[in-house]
T-cell receptor
Framework: AQSVAQPEDQVNVAEGNPLTVKCTYS??????LFWYVQYPNRGLQFLLK??????LVKGSYGFEAEFNKSQTSFHLKKPSALVSDSALYFC??????????????FGAGTRLAVHP | DTGVSQDPRHKITKRGQNVTFRCDPISEHNRLYWYRQTLGQGPEFLTY????????KSRLLSDRFSAERPKGSFSTLEIQRTEQGDSAMYLCASNPGQGTYEQYFGPGTRLTVT
């Protein structure tokens, strides 16, 4: 079964320090993977995606993610955290439907708290 | 380019009442999805439309739930005889197809059933 896991409920980091939010996946077929961010009472904002090609993908707001096939991971990273990065982050992968990829399967989310 | 919009943003209803939510996708996005998100969880897929055709429904979508996209543009999600367990955030997303894999989400409708 397709699944995406986020092993940490919360990540705490000091402003200016690097941050990592972890994601592992178990999918059959091409592992299309995504990161989304959710601010309070808001919908999900797309940050970045891995479809194919370079294992390091860059996205919005200075975020990047590293796809690692051998470790089945897709960790989200940022070199220098900002207080405004504090939010709920979701990793997502492809959920199979008839005809191929369509729906998204989400992890449970990781709350990132960046302290001044 | 406006994003996905949803209406209403918040809905409080009493158990047993019917509610209807609307989603307007990004213009010319032919793929539309509904998800449900409960507190502390990631969104869960409910149903998918390609143009006006509803092509997939999750087992989460009980007989009390119905979704439509009559002209392939906006969509509605109706819940009949609401139950307290229906309290959640209902998210709509759209995607243009054509090799674009990411989905673009609306702000959601938060439903509270009392």
């Amino acid at each position: 079964a397709q699944s995406v896991a986020q092993p940490e409920d919360q990540v705490n980091v000091a402003e200016g320090n690097p941050l990592t939010v972890k994601c592992t996946y178990s999918v059959s077929g091409n592992p299309y993977l995504f990161w989304y961010v959710q601010y309070p009472n808001r919908g999900l904002q797309f940050l970045l995606k891995y479809i194919t090609g370079d294992n390091l993908v860059k996205g919005s707001y200075g975020f990047e993610a590293e796809f690692n096939k051998s470790q089945t991971s897709f960790h989200l990273k940022k070199p220098s955290a900002l207080v405004s990065d504090s939010a709920l982050y979701f990793c997502a992968g492809p959920g199979l439907m008839g005809g191929g990829y369509n729906k998204l399967i989400f992890g449970a989310g990781t709350r990132l708290a960046v302290h001044p | 380019d406006t994003g996905v919009s949803q209406d209403p943003r918040h809905k409080i209803t009493k158990r047993g009442q019917n509610v209807t939510f609307r989603c307007d996708p990004i213009s010319e996005h032919n793929r539309l999805y509904w998800y449900r998100q409960t507190l502390g969880q990631g969104p869960e897929f409910l149903t998918y439309f390609q143009n006006e055709a509803q092509l997939e429904k999750s087992r989460l979508l009980s007989d009390r739930f119905s979704a439509e996209r009559p002209k392939g543009s906006f969509s509605t999600l109706e819940i009949q005889r609401t139950e307290q367990g229906d309290s959640a955030m209902y998210l709509c997303a759209s995607n243009p197809g054509q090799g674009t894999y990411e989905q673009y989400f609306g702000p959601g409708t938060r439903l509270t059933v009392t």
